[in-house]
């Protein structure tokens, strides 16, 4: 708990030493021909305040004046997140690729019988009047076109037919 | 006279077939997301937002309304019959609700929560109608230094009554503003952080995508944690007698609710108090006026009651400041804040002159909220024991999909959805190291407004920064902010005498 911490407070100095190194792009200073500060000046500052803050909290972890103990992580569900995780990174990449209709039912029948060893009706419905439903929801109702990738030409008489 | 006919023009808004129509499916909605352990109003209205698009505008806002509404309600009913709070809000509620299912009387104290819910819906929504158009006058006198002042206030609150360690709040609400500052310089219009030189970033970040991912991807890796096993389920059974009997319990009950309401009412309107504090504060201050304190914990139905008044008014009451003045008053506010910003429909006091039939429409849907909100949980109990039932991973896998689909739909872009899923991962490690989620959102919300109006001023003023506490009425609201910001400060002193590493000002 102490180390992750440390490491969360050391990535946040990191992340606004980022952000200032953007925002310099814009100035900083106080423009005096306005009046007021720069374009950059905003995140700047926020940032370097982020950045003190962050700092702060990171000498307060080293000098042992932290009240964490424990693990940061349980060992046993660290590979529940993970795995779900890494699920939806894969669902998310694939998603342009094959079409949301391919990529989520298969996150959900990963999820439902393999991460929660469900039975196959109750898998088996869910991913299939799911999709259905955001198909009528999303794209008949609202026409809001989700990505379909490879199975394009498979919708194209669902169109002519909705639309 | 003139506020009782703006509320009957309301009500012919807001009883049309659709808005009727509306606020019975929100409650419904938000009665079961309340009543999801794990799953609040937040998460609620942020994973459904995207889906609103469905409906007009303002029939949208109401439907979210009624969603927060509901899910108030519901977070009773988790608490009371699986001891799990169903949201932080219905925290207090488990303290007497679960030894009350355990004594087999948690029909009763299902009844008792939603009718002292209703009573506190209802004095605060009596309290919102008398406050809302006077104050929405004074707003109106608010120029750019007033609205940098009172945004400034906003982010004090967290500071100095937030409760949270004061250094990882202060990085949150810089981490939300900077993100804010993401896409086109708001006076100049150069483009400013830029990531990657990532075209989707010149849009900006939008609230619904923090939101979607913390709320969303992030709530449920967290639930996913916490939830190892499964919790059991007390079996609650409803008959009128019990009803009745709830009814008139609660009526002996009349001075601790009507307290516990307008207590609630104005911790509510405080964005980083709430209705938690509220909750929890009612709870404890109904235990200390009680002349058998002892029974508290151990089933008195009082302990449900007062609890269940404050968290539902303090959702009114954070309405109030959201609604006349545009500074949300919770996390929830602040996503109904940009989803009305989104749709065109500004809150603040102009919105009171420009959209009359909009804001008294919605006042009035929180009459017909409340009303349904208590009609559809005493009638539902009995499926809402069989939805708790339903297995965690079909919720989870049924969500996520959801909050993938909703980031995309509102901007078409897979930009945002990969940006959904990287708050959700990181917002779920900050999270677990005690990095309060509340302030990041407002900030972000509120972030645009902060730099125009700080920006605003000091071109009005030719640079003069002192314009800020040459007006009588910004010079208070950040007189306020010095306090608020200095009191865990002094606490620090007051404590121990080391010295630590505080910033000397608050975050402009």
């Given at each position: 708990?102490?180390?992750?911490?440390?490491?969360?407070?050391?990535?946040?100095?990191?992340?606004?030493?980022?952000?200032?190194?953007?925002?310099?792009?814009?100035?900083?200073?106080?423009?005096?021909?306005?009046?007021?500060?720069?374009?950059?000046?905003?995140?700047?500052?926020?940032?370097?305040?982020?950045?003190?803050?962050?700092?702060?909290?990171?000498?307060?972890?080293?000098?042992?004046?932290?009240?964490?103990?424990?693990?940061?992580?349980?060992?046993?569900?660290?590979?529940?997140?993970?795995?779900?995780?890494?699920?939806?990174?894969?669902t998310i990449?694939a998603m342009p690729w094959v079409g949301t209709y391919i990529a989520l039912p298969l996150f959900m029948?990963?999820?439902?019988?393999?991460?929660?060893?469900?039975?196959?009706?109750?898998?088996?419905s869910l991913c299939l009047c799911t999709p259905v439903f955001l198909f009528f929801f999303f794209e008949v109702t609202l026409k809001i076109l989700l990505p379909k990738g490879l199975t394009e030409p498979f919708f194209i008489p669902l169109y002519a037919r909705f639309f | 006279?003139?506020?009782?006919?703006?509320?009957?023009?309301?009500?012919?808004?807001?009883?049309?077939p659709l808005?009727?129509f509306i606020?019975?499916l929100?409650?419904?909605a938000?009665?079961?997301?309340?009543?999801?352990?794990?799953?609040?109003?937040?998460?609620?209205?942020?994973i459904v937002l995207p889906m609103t698009f469905i409906v007009p505008p303002s029939s949208a806002?109401?439907l979210?309304?009624?969603?927060?509404?509901?899910?108030?309600?519901?977070?009773?009913?988790?608490?009371?019959?699986?001891?799990?709070?169903?949201?932080?809000?219905?925290?207090?509620?488990?303290?007497?609700?679960?030894?009350?299912?355990?004594?087999?009387?948690?029909?009763?104290?299902?009844?008792?929560?939603?009718?002292?819910?209703?009573?506190?819906?209802?004095?605060?929504?009596?309290?919102?109608?008398?406050?809302?158009?006077?104050?929405?006058?004074?707003?109106?006198?608010?120029?750019?230094?007033?609205?940098?002042?009172?945004?400034?206030?906003?982010?004090?609150?967290?500071?100095?009554?937030?409760?949270?360690?004061?250094?990882?709040?202060?990085?949150?609400?810089?981490?939300?503003?900077?993100?804010?500052?993401?896409?086109?310089?708001?006076?100049?219009?150069?483009?400013?952080?830029?990531?990657?030189?990532?075209p989707g970033?010149?849009s900006?970040?939008s609230?619904l995508v923090?939101?979607i991912?913390?709320?969303?991807?992030?709530?449920?890796?967290?639930?996913?944690?916490?939830?190892?096993?499964?919790?059991?389920?007390?079996?609650?059974?409803?008959?009128?007698?019990?009803?009745?009997?709830?009814?008139?319990?609660?009526?002996?009950?009349?001075?601790?609710?009507?307290?516990?309401?307008?207590?609630?009412?104005?911790?509510?309107?405080?964005?980083?108090?709430?209705?938690?504090?509220?909750?929890?504060?009612?709870?404890?201050?109904?235990?200390?006026?009680?002349?058998?304190?002892?029974?508290?914990?151990?089933?008195?139905?009082?302990?449900?009651?007062?609890?269940?008044?404050?968290?539902?008014?303090?959702?009114?009451?954070?309405?109030?400041?959201?609604?006349?003045?545009?500074?949300?008053?919770?996390?929830?506010?602040?996503?109904?804040?940009?989803g009305?910003?989104m749709w065109g429909?500004?809150?603040?006091?102009?919105?009171?002159?420009?959209?009359?039939?909009?804001?008294?429409?919605?006042?009035?849907?929180?009459?017909?909220?409340?009303?349904?909100?208590?009609?559809?949980?005493?009638?539902?109990?009995?499926?809402?024991?069989?939805?708790?039932?339903?297995?965690?991973?079909?919720?989870?896998?049924l969500?996520?999909v959801l909050c993938i689909v909703g980031g995309f739909a509102p901007s078409q872009k897979m930009h945002d959805v990969w940006?959904i899923?990287?708050?959700?991962?990181?917002?779920?490690?900050?999270?677990?190291?005690?990095?309060?989620?509340?302030?990041?959102?407002?900030?972000?919300?509120?972030?645009?407004?902060?730099?125009?109006?700080?920006?605003?001023?000091?071109?009005?003023?030719?640079?003069?920064?002192?314009?800020?506490?040459?007006?009588?009425?910004?010079?208070?609201?950040?007189?306020?902010?010095?306090?608020?910001?200095?009191?865990?400060?002094?606490?620090?002193?007051?404590?121990?005498?080391?010295?630590?590493?505080?910033?000397?000002?608050?975050?402009?």
């Amino acid at each position: 708990m102490l180390m992750a911490d440390r490491m969360i407070a050391a990535f946040l100095m990191a992340l606004s030493l980022y952000f200032m190194w953007h925002a310099i792009a814009l100035p900083i200073g106080w423009n005096g021909m306005t009046g007021g500060p720069g374009g950059g000046a905003f995140p700047f500052w926020l940032s370097a305040i982020m950045f003190v803050c962050a700092a702060g909290v990171l000498v307060r972890s080293l000098r042992g004046k932290s009240n964490y103990s424990g693990n940061f992580f349980d060992p046993e569900t660290l590979s529940w997140i993970v795995s779900v995780t890494i699920a939806l990174v894969l669902t998310i990449g694939a998603m342009p690729w094959v079409g949301t209709y391919i990529a989520l039912p298969l996150f959900m029948f990963w999820y439902l019988k393999i991460f929660g060893k469900h039975g196959w009706v109750l898998t088996g419905s869910l991913c299939l009047c799911t999709p259905v439903f955001l198909f009528f929801f999303f794209e008949v109702t609202l026409k809001i076109l989700l990505p379909k990738g490879l199975t394009e030409p498979f919708f194209i008489p669902l169109y002519a037919r909705f639309f | 006279m003139e506020l009782l006919s703006h509320l009957a023009d309301g009500f012919a808004t807001s009883l049309s077939p659709l808005n009727l129509f509306i606020v019975i499916l929100g409650v419904t909605a938000g009665l079961f997301i309340g009543a999801m352990p794990g799953l609040g109003s937040v998460n609620g209205v942020a994973i459904v937002l995207p889906m609103t698009f469905i409906v007009p505008p303002s029939s949208a806002i109401i439907l979210l309304c009624a969603i927060y509404y509901g899910a108030m309600y519901g977070g009773a009913i988790s608490s009371i019959l699986l001891g799990i709070p169903g949201a932080s809000t219905a925290v207090a509620t488990t303290f007497d609700g679960r030894p009350m299912a355990q004594q087999g009387k948690a029909g009763l104290a299902l009844i008792v929560a939603a009718v002292a819910s209703f009573v506190g819906g209802t004095i605060s929504v009596v309290l919102f109608t008398l406050f809302a158009a006077p104050l929405a006058d004074v707003a109106l006198a608010f120029g750019p230094a007033e609205e940098f002042a009172l945004v400034l206030l906003a982010f004090t609150t967290f500071v100095g009554l937030g409760g949270d360690d004061v250094l990882k709040t202060i990085i949150m609400i810089c981490l939300g503003l900077a993100l804010s500052t993401v896409g086109l310089d708001l006076i100049s219009g150069q483009p400013r952080l830029i990531f990657f030189d990532q075209p989707g970033f010149y849009s900006g970040i939008s609230f619904l995508v923090l939101a979607i991912g913390i709320y969303g991807i992030g709530e449920i890796l967290y639930t996913i944690e916490t939830s190892k096993s499964a919790p059991s389920v007390t079996p609650a059974r409803i008959t009128f007698r019990d009803l009745w009997f709830g009814i008139k319990e609660v009526n002996k009950l009349w001075k601790t609710l009507s307290f516990g309401s307008l207590m609630g009412f104005f911790v509510g309107m405080l964005p980083a108090a709430g209705a938690t504090p509220a909750a929890l504060m009612s709870y404890g201050l109904s235990k200390l006026m009680s002349k058998q304190p002892e029974t508290f914990g151990k089933g008195n139905i009082e302990g449900v009651a007062s609890p269940e008044t404050a968290n539902n008014a303090a959702s009114t009451g954070s309405l109030l400041p959201m609604l006349t003045l545009g500074i949300p008053g919770s996390p929830t506010t602040a996503l109904l804040l940009g989803g009305m910003v989104m749709w065109g429909l500004v809150p603040g006091p102009m919105l009171f002159i420009e959209q009359p039939d909009f804001v008294w429409g919605l006042i009035s849907s929180l009459y017909t909220a409340n009303f349904a909100a208590v009609l559809v949980n005493l009638a539902l109990i009995p499926l809402f024991v069989w939805a708790l039932r339903m297995p965690f991973t079909v919720l989870c896998s049924l969500v996520l999909v959801l909050c993938i689909v909703g980031g995309f739909a509102p901007s078409q872009k897979m930009h945002d959805v990969w940006l959904i899923v990287g708050f959700g991962v990181v917002g779920y490690l900050m999270r677990k190291a005690d990095y309060p989620m509340a302030p990041l959102v407002l900030a972000l919300v509120l972030g645009p407004l902060m730099e125009k109006s700080f920006r605003q001023t000091l071109i009005s003023e030719q640079g003069n920064v002192l314009a800020f506490i040459e007006r009588p009425l910004s010079a208070t609201f950040i007189a306020i902010s010095a306090v608020f910001f200095l009191l865990p400060l002094l606490k620090y002193v007051k404590k121990s005498k080391r010295a630590q590493d505080v910033p000397g000002e608050p975050a402009k």
